[in-house]
């Protein structure tokens, strides 16, 4: 038995009791990326996915202790209607996020790629979307099907890369289409990636909408022309902005990048840096829809702008400016790793 104590807590205290001078403690404030998810289903398969990302994460971190990058790519839709007959759309056709995943995978990493439905892959990339058919890549010889010559040696150097990522088990693809089936799953995988640590890194290629149609105002049905008088006027809301519950809450050791792009070149490095500010996270990689396959601009707070382009000569030989990109990226993961477990030593 402890020695008896001089305390109660179960008795209020008397002369505080009625003291109306304390000021009023203020409601718990939802944050608008809260009031997101309360007001917005989660998709049906998220547990399927929650299961097969974390399968993912635990092989890696038991069998490989690889470190693991989740590369998001592609456009998410704005459906316009519960039965989606329209949508919003962007650009995007996911080259950047899929290219990347192909030189996170050569330099090491697993990959989780999530990515927008239908969008580029990597390696299938490489013959995919194409105005070439796929049968173009073969031919007929002695009535069998062969892969046509012109192709073969670069389609080997593919094919070695492709089976040595999925003899590793190094790259777990997930769909997303809409921005809601988007959102859940990058909450879901951040989460699932805090037990990764500091050894998680988060490439945020995505071209995710600003705007979006909130599940309550989603008409049921395909909407109909004659009730509106022939116009269509679409009230969007913004999406909450999610990076810094990723920075604070979802994965808050894991090293963050995200991409900003612009088409107006005088404003690209000035929010990229805005974003830097208002999410505290560790590098904006900055481009221009008309150069981004080109050059970009690696924006931090602590080092003067950075940019990787190729030279005229490289870009007309087809040489991916991601190559540059991913190396260098992976030397300031590596840092942080580094400089995350010095500061838990001290
Ligand atoms: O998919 P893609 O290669 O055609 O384009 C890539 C990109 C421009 C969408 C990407 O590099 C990017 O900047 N993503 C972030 C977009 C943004 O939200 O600002």
Redesign the pocket.
């Known amino acids: 038995m402890s020695p008896k104590k001089s305390f109660h807590t179960s008795n209020p205290e008397t002369d505080t009791a009625i003291d109306r001078t304390i000021p009023d403690f203020p409601a718990a404030q939802l944050s608008d990326e809260d009031r997101y998810f309360r007001a917005h289903k989660p998709p049906k398969y998220l547990d399927e996915l929650s299961a097969e990302v974390s399968e993912f994460v635990e092989f890696h971190l038991k069998n490989s202790k690889k470190n693991i990058v989740l590369v998001t790519?592609?456009?998410t839709t704005v459906p316009l209607e519960n039965n989606t007959v329209r949508f919003i759309d962007?650009?995007?056709?996911?080259?950047?996020?899929?290219?990347s995943a192909e030189y996170f995978l050569e330099n090491g990493y697993a990959v989780i790629f999530l990515h927008r439905e239908f969008?580029?892959l990597p390696y299938s990339r490489h013959y995919s979307h194409t105005t070439n058919c796929f049968l173009d890549y073969m031919t007929e010889e002695d009535n069998k099907v062969q892969i046509n010559r012109d192709f073969a040696d670069e389609m080997l150097v593919v094919l070695r890369k492709y089976n040595a990522a999925k003899e590793s088990n190094s790259l777990l693809l997930i769909p997303f289409t809409t921005v809601n089936q988007y959102l859940y799953t990058l909450k879901t995988i951040s989460e699932i990636l805090h037990r990764v640590d500091t050894r998680a890194l988060f490439y945020?290629?995505?071209?995710?909408s600003?705007f979006f149609l909130p599940q309550s105002k989603m008409p049921q049905h395909k909407i109909q022309s004659q009730e509106s008088g022939g116009k269509l006027i679409i009230d969007l809301e913004p999406v909450p902005k999610f990076l810094s519950r990723l920075v604070d809450n979802w994965a808050p050791a894991a090293m963050i990048v995200?991409?900003?792009?612009?088409t107006d070149n005088t404003i690209l490095i000035k929010?990229a840096k805005n974003a830097l500010t208002r999410y505290q996270h560790q590098l904006v990689?900055?481009?221009l829809?008309q150069t981004?396959?080109k050059e970009?601009v690696f924006v931090t707070t602590d080092e003067p702008d950075q940019w990787i382009k190729l030279t005229d000569e490289e870009y007309k030989n087809k040489e991916e400016i991601e190559k540059i990109i991913i190396p260098a990226v992976i030397e300031r993961h590596h840092k942080w790793i580094k400089q995350r477990n010095e500061n838990k030593q001290k």
């Open positions: 790519s592609g456009g962007n650009f995007s056709a996911g080259t950047r996020g899929a290219t969008s580029l945020l290629a995505a071209a995710v600003d995200s991409f900003k792009l612009e929010k990689i900055g481009n829809l981004r396959k970009v």
